[in-house]
């Protein structure tokens, strides 16, 4: 079982760029919840997932990020035009029911130049 | 505010030296509170998971107690090691809203030889 797995590991992207983070769950899960962690501080969650369907979105920004899940692949976090804001480690979590398991990713650190 | 608070926010101690760390939650009703681990870089790592029945749950030589009535939690580290550096995260998920961890902002250990 290889475990939550999320690439890429880090990220660098220029002020308007957009950025693409990806997430396995373990197998099994289809369940699926982002979470950002800024400097600092504590982790936030940002959105839960069920394959094919946004369940909460609440933690999101409104603009310029989006989230999914597709029937096959893995699920996307996507932020476009990104700012210096932006830049956080972004983790995943899976569970193979409603209530999150304990099993979260290795974390995407985006940098925002 | 937060609804999880811990203290310290950082401790030093030294190889083989036991602490405590404590997490004070307004979260109610609560589902369940999470210890985790985080080392620098890394995914966070469950590391006991208590009901609001529970008093204290044993990992190893962590040991994490839970009072429901003054909303606290403590972690106990026994005889810590080098590998026990790392960021301690106290969460604990509502009953409402059972897949939104609320996460504290954590306790970093620095343990030394």
Redesign the interface.
């Given at each position: 079982n290889a475990g939550?797995m999320?690439n890429p590991r880090h990220l660098v992207r220029r002020r308007g760029q957009e950025a693409r983070l990806r997430c396995s769950p373990m197998k099994g899960h289809s369940?699926v919840?982002w979470?950002r962690q800024l400097p600092?501080?504590?982790?936030?969650?940002m959105v839960?997932l069920q394959k094919e369907n946004i369940?909460?979105e609440s933690?999101m920004p409104k603009e310029r990020f989006s989230a999914e899940f597709p029937k096959e692949g893995p699920s996307i976090l996507r932020i476009q035009q990104v700012v210096r804001g932006d830049s956080a480690a972004y983790?995943c979590a899976s569970s193979p029911q409603?209530?999150?398991e304990?099993f979260?990713?290795?974390?995407t650190?985006l940098t925002v130049v | 505010k937060n609804q999880v608070e811990q203290s310290p926010q950082s401790l030093i101690i030294l190889e083989g030296k036991n602490c405590t760390l404590q997490c004070n939650y307004t979260v109610s009703p609560f589902s369940n509170l999470r210890w985790y681990k985080q080392d620098t870089g890394r995914g966070p790592v469950s590391l006991t998971i208590m009901t609001f029945s529970e008093n204290t749950k044993s990992n190893g030589r962590y040991t994490a107690t839970l009072d429901a009535d003054t909303k606290q939690s403590s972690l106990h580290i026994t005889a810590s090691q080098l590998s026990d550096s790392a960021s301690y995260i106290c969460v604990v998920i509502a009953l409402s809203n059972d897949y939104k961890l609320s996460f504290g902002a954590g306790t970093t250990v620095t343990v030394r030889a």
């Open positions: 939550v999320q369940h919840y979470y600092e501080e504590g982790l936030k969650f839960y369940i909460d933690g983790f409603r209530q999150p304990a979260f990713g290795q974390g650190r | -």
